[in-house]
C-alpha cells in the first residue's frame, strides 16, 4: 500500500473496523451497518474519490447479506472494499446517496434482485425485470429453473397449437402449382 | 379438415390469381430485413451482409423500420422484455412478413432454458418461418436458410403471417401468460418494508427487538 492506508485506517477507526490487505494493492474493510457511512466519507477524504461499483451477495447459510463498495483512488492506485453484514430477513442499509451520487442505480438495482432496502433513496422502483411478482431473483431461495419450468415451457404455455396448419399437408398434384 | 388449412387455402387463394406466382417471385428477390439485435447472433450478421458472403447478391438488404421491413430476424436469444418490444415491431411490419430464428435460443431456449428472464419457446408467441439450429449458426447456414425461406415464399409455404391473423387468439392468450401475468409464478413476495419506512423508524424498531 503505496499511501500506508492500513495504518492510517487503523490510527483512526480503531475496533470499529477489521482491516485486511488481500492483494498489493487491494484492501478489505469490514465494518458494521452504521458505521459504513463514516468509513465512506473518510475514504472519500484519503483521496478515495472513485466508487467503482456496488454488489451484494447472498449468504443464504450464514442468514446474511453482504454489501460490498468498491472504492478506488486515482493517485495511490489502491482498491478498497467495504464490506458490511446485514440480516437477512429484514435487510436495509443506509443510502450512500450524499456521498456519491451515482450510487442511485447501483442500491435500486439492488433493491430489485436482492430486496434490500435503502432508506433515503429517491427512486427505488423496478429496474430490470418485467411484471415482476415473485421473490427477489438473485436471492439463493428463488429457484429460477423452477421458474422457468413452471412459466416458459410446453407445458405451461400449451405450446402444440390447436390447429394443423404448422404441419405442410402433401399436395395432390392438380393443387400443386406445378401441375398448371 | 383440409379446407381449414392455412397452406392449402392459400395455394388456391393464389392459384385463381393469375399473378400469384410471379408476385411470389418478386417478393423473394427484394427481401428488406428488420434485425433484431437481441442475443449473440448480431454478430454473425456483419460477415453475412459484407463482401465475403455478400447478402444482396440475394437482393436482401438491412431496413430502418418495422414498418418498411419484410424480414424478422430474432437473432439470439429473447428476454421477456424484449419479447414486448419484438411483438409490437412484428405487429407494426407489413404483410407479406417473414420471421427467422437464429440459433437455439429461439427454438427452445438454448443454454438459457432455465433462465428467470429468458423466454424458451419463440413460436409460442409470434409464427417463426423459419429456424436456424446452431450456436451461433455460421453465415453459410444463414444464407443457406435465407435460400430455404426463399423457396418455401416461392412455393406459398411461408404463410406465418396469416396463421398469425387467423389464430391470433392462441398467440395471445400464450402472450399474455407471460408478459400480463397477475399473480406470482412460484411463491408472492411480501416486501418487508412495503410501507416505506424511514431511517429512523427502521432504527426504533430495530431497537424495540432486541430489548425483548
Known amino acids: 500500500m503505496s499511501d500506508n492506508i492500513l495504518a492510517r485506517a487503523g490510527k483512526m477507526h480503531g475496533d470499529k473496523i477489521e482491516c485486511r490487505e488481500k492483494y498489493k494493492a487491494q484492501l478489505e474493510i469490514k465494518t458494521h451497518r452504521d458505521y459504513v457511512l463514516n468509513l465512506l466519507t473518510w475514504l472519500k477524504s484519503e483521496r478515495y474519490v472513485h466508487l467503482s461499483f456496488m454488489s451484494c451477495i447472498d449468504w443464504i447459510e450464514e442468514n446474511e447479506f453482504e454489501l460490498v463498495w468498491h472504492v478506488f483512488s486515482y493517485e495511490s492506485k489502491n482498491h478498497i472494499l467495504v464490506k458490511t453484514r446485514l440480516n437477512r430477513e429484514k435487510p436495509w442499509m443506509h443510502t450512500a446517496i450524499n456521498i456519491w451520487p451515482h450510487v442511485q442505480p447501483y442500491e435500486q438495482e439492488i433493491h430489485e434482485m436482492f430486496g434490500v432496502y435503502f432508506p433515503g433513496n429517491p427512486d427505488l422502483s423496478g429496474l430490470f425485470l418485467h411484471n415482476w411478482l415473485d421473490l427477489p431473483p438473485l436471492r439463493k431461495d428463488f429457484i429460477a429453473k423452477d421458474y422457468s419450468l413452471a412459466l416458459y415451457t410446453t407445458d405451461a404455455l400449451g405450446l402444440t397449437p390447436p390447429f394443423d396448419d404448422i404441419d405442410i399437408v402433401e399436395i395432390t398434384a392438380e393443387e400443386s402449382r406445378d401441375g398448371e | 379438415?383440409?379446407?381449414?388449412?392455412?397452406?392449402?387455402?392459400?395455394?388456391?387463394?393464389?392459384?385463381?390469381?393469375?399473378?400469384?406466382?410471379?408476385?411470389?417471385?418478386?417478393?423473394?428477390?427484394?427481401?428488406?430485413?428488420?434485425?433484431?439485435?437481441?442475443?449473440?447472433?448480431?454478430?454473425?450478421?456483419?460477415?453475412?451482409?459484407?463482401?465475403?458472403?455478400?447478402?444482396?447478391?440475394?437482393?436482401?438488404?438491412?431496413?430502418?423500420?418495422?414498418?418498411?421491413?419484410?424480414?424478422?430476424?430474432?437473432?439470439?436469444?429473447?428476454?421477456?422484455?424484449?419479447?414486448?418490444?419484438?411483438?409490437?415491431?412484428?405487429?407494426?411490419?407489413?404483410?407479406?412478413?417473414?420471421?427467422?430464428?437464429?440459433?437455439?435460443?429461439?427454438?427452445?431456449?438454448?443454454?438459457?432454458?432455465?433462465?428467470?428472464?429468458?423466454?424458451?419457446?419463440?413460436?409460442?408467441?409470434?409464427?417463426?418461418?423459419?429456424?436456424?439450429?446452431?450456436?451461433?449458426?455460421?453465415?453459410?447456414?444463414?444464407?443457406?436458410?435465407?435460400?430455404?425461406?426463399?423457396?418455401?415464399?416461392?412455393?406459398?409455404?411461408?404463410?406465418?403471417?396469416?396463421?398469425?391473423?387467423?389464430?391470433?387468439?392462441?398467440?395471445?392468450?400464450?402472450?399474455?401468460?407471460?408478459?400480463?401475468?397477475?399473480?406470482?409464478?412460484?411463491?408472492?413476495?411480501?416486501?418487508?418494508?412495503?410501507?416505506?419506512?424511514?431511517?429512523?423508524?427502521?432504527?426504533?424498531?430495530e431497537k424495540g427487538e432486541s430489548n425483548v
Open chain 2, 1 to 205: 379438415m383440409e379446407m381449414d388449412n392455412l397452406y392449402l387455402a392459400n395455394l388456391r387463394e393464389e392459384k385463381q390469381n393469375m399473378w400469384g406466382g410471379l408476385v411470389n417471385y418478386f417478393r423473394k428477390r427484394s427481401m428488406w430485413m428488420l434485425y433484431y439485435c437481441t442475443g449473440c447472433g448480431a454478430i454473425e450478421l456483419p460477415p453475412t451482409m459484407t463482401s465475403r458472403y455478400d447478402m444482396e447478391r440475394l437482393g436482401m438488404g438491412p431496413m430502418a423500420t418495422p414498418r418498411q421491413a419484410d424480414l424478422l430476424l430474432i437473432t439470439g436469444y429473447l428476454s421477456v422484455k424484449t419479447l414486448k418490444r419484438v411483438i409490437w415491431s412484428y405487429e407494426q411490419m407489413q404483410e407479406p412478413k417473414y420471421v427467422v430464428g437464429f440459433g437455439s435460443c429461439p427454438i427452445n431456449g438454448g443454454i438459457y432454458w432455465d433462465a428467470y428472464p429468458v423466454i424458451n419457446h419463440l413460436e409460442a408467441f409470434i409464427p417463426v418461418d423459419m429456424s436456424i439450429a446452431g450456436c451461433m449458426p455460421r453465415p453459410q447456414a444463414i444464407i443457406d436458410a435465407f435460400e430455404k425461406l426463399m423457396g418455401e415464399i416461392q412455393e406459398g409455404k411461408a404463410i406465418g403471417y396469416k396463421r398469425y391473423e387467423k389464430h391470433y387468439d392462441w398467440y395471445k392468450k400464450n402472450q399474455d401468460a407471460v408478459l400480463g401475468r397477475t399473480e406470482a409464478v412460484l411463491k408472492p413476495w411480501n416486501d418487508p418494508f412495503a410501507s416505506n419506512p424511514s431511517v429512523d423508524e427502521l432504527m426504533a424498531l
